[in-house]
């Protein structure tokens, strides 16, 4: 029997399985046994190139972000990104006009953010049709996934998307889970929470019979939040990747006012006109809302801020004063000594900071260096010329003693001068 044919068993089990506390455990057993199939049909087709062999989608990366645009063929991908970025992208009335990848950019707010322009997938994509493994590899790149919609077909491609972006590893507007999941030598399976109340969907059995899947016998799974079995397989895996998504409703010209107010219950959405340029500033902010991307700016010693070119970090990965120095150079790490920063991460104008303190947008940076003379030399100056310069000081030294005393001695008897008793 093949991977997906073990694939496909399982899920019409799980389709006619109950849902009660009493087949919890076998429900979570299958779950994990199919993230294990799905796991090695990946590992399988990337090794034999099935499915999606051929030359590759992906570009090289610039700019500060990532964006890809992922939909159905002919639902306007190509004419979203001619119109936001410029950049010339072939689009027809025919389905699969895009057979590449195509980058555009975007500067918008000091930020230069990189669009892709993906081929159309279709269902099955996941598995291999269509070159559609291409396109989810490619995706799982970005730092941000539009998904663009149809307003005039029918919304049921929503949800067939997000299950063939699932399907490889991607979880779209989620976050990592609160587990801590360690191996260990001996000791059995041990079940514990940092939280109050007790978890809900996870107890001793469960997690037992999903670790027995993988042939773990001993290992330590700590709960900071109530957290479901899917999620426990998830932080297993260890292969997920967590990313904002933003759901695209082009066409909006084609639909009336009733449809849209109806539309617009949907969360992370933003209807758009690619063709009539309808809402485009509108989506653009929301890119740079999803994106959490933090502008922090440089100021020399004694100059103005530059406010032209800031330094972009990620707002999901806590900018730190650290990775704005890596940001710039890693040399600079070496002499740094403390940060003086303008802006709304401390409490006064300039505020000190090390290399822990987290940085907001907009913040204003200078770094001071440790100026110590002796490293200075030690490191910068050869033998050859420093014993010079250090016999030079070593004469010096018994003159400039000798001024200092006189200095001192004169300072101590200044008020003995006369006619003042």
């Not at 993906?118 to 970005?142: H, M």
């Not at 999901?316 to 940001?327: A, D, N, Q, S, W």
Request: charged share 25%; net charge positive; with cysteine.
């Amino acid at each position: 029997m093949s991977t997906l044919e073990k694939i496909k068993d399982i899920e019409n089990e799980l389709a006619i399985t109950q849902k009660n506390k009493a087949t919890m455990s076998h429900i979570m057993q299958l779950k994990a046994k199919l993230a294990k199939y799905k796991r090695e049909l990946l590992d399988l087709n990337a090794t034999a190139g099935g499915g999606g062999g051929g030359d590759g989608f992906e570009v090289k990366k610039t700019g500060d972000a990532r964006v890809g645009l992922v939909g159905f063929p002919s639902v306007g991908k190509s004419t979203l990104l001619s119109t936001m970025t410029g950049t010339y992208s072939e689009a027809a009335s025919y389905e699969f006009t895009t057979l590449t990848c195509i980058p555009g950019l975007i500067r918008h707010r000091g930020a230069k953010i990189q669009m892709l322009d993906l081929p159309g997938i279709v269902e099955g994509a996941k598995d291999g049709r269509g070159r559609g493994r291409q396109v989810i590899a490619t995706a799982r790149t970005c730092s941000l996934i539009l998904i663009v919609l149809d307003a005039v077909k029918s919304m049921n491609h929503k949800p067939i998307i997000e299950k063939e972006l699932e399907g490889f590893g991607i979880r779209l507007n989620q976050r990592p889970p609160g587990i801590t999941f360690r191996r260990k030598e001996k000791g059995g399976v041990t079940l514990s929470t940092t939280f109050k109340g007790e978890p809900r969907y996870l107890d001793q059995q469960v997690v037992k019979t999903i670790l027995q899947e993988y042939r773990i016998a001993n290992a330590d799974v700590v709960l900071h939040e109530d957290c479901t079995g899917e999620q426990l397989i998830d932080v297993i895996e260890g292969n997920r990747i967590y990313m904002p998504c933003v759901y695209v409703l082009n066409k909006l010209d084609a639909i009336s006012l009733e449809e849209l107010e109806i539309l617009d219950q949907c969360p992370h959405y933003c209807p758009i006109s690619a063709h009539l340029k309808w809402n485009l500033d509108g989506l653009l902010e929301k890119i740079w809302e999803y994106l959490n991307l933090v502008r922090v700016y440089t100021k020399p010693k004694g100059q103005m801020p530059d406010y032209d070119a800031p330094v972009i970090l990620s707002g999901y990965e806590t900018p730190t004063v650290e990775k704005f120095i890596l940001k710039i150079h890693k040399s600079l790490l070496q002499d740094f000594k403390h940060a003086l920063v303008w802006g709304t991460s401390v409490k006064h104008n300039p505020g000190m900071a090390g290399k822990d303190h987290v940085l907001h947008d907009e913040d204003v940076v200078q770094i001071v260096k440790d100026c110590d003379a002796g490293t200075v030399v030690a490191r910068r100056v050869s033998p050859t010329v420093a014993r010079p310069i250090l016999r030079s000081l070593r004469k010096k030294l018994p003159r400039l003693r000798r001024q200092r005393r006189a200095r001192t001695w004169r300072s101590s008897t200044s008020h003995w001068a006369p006619g003042v008793f």
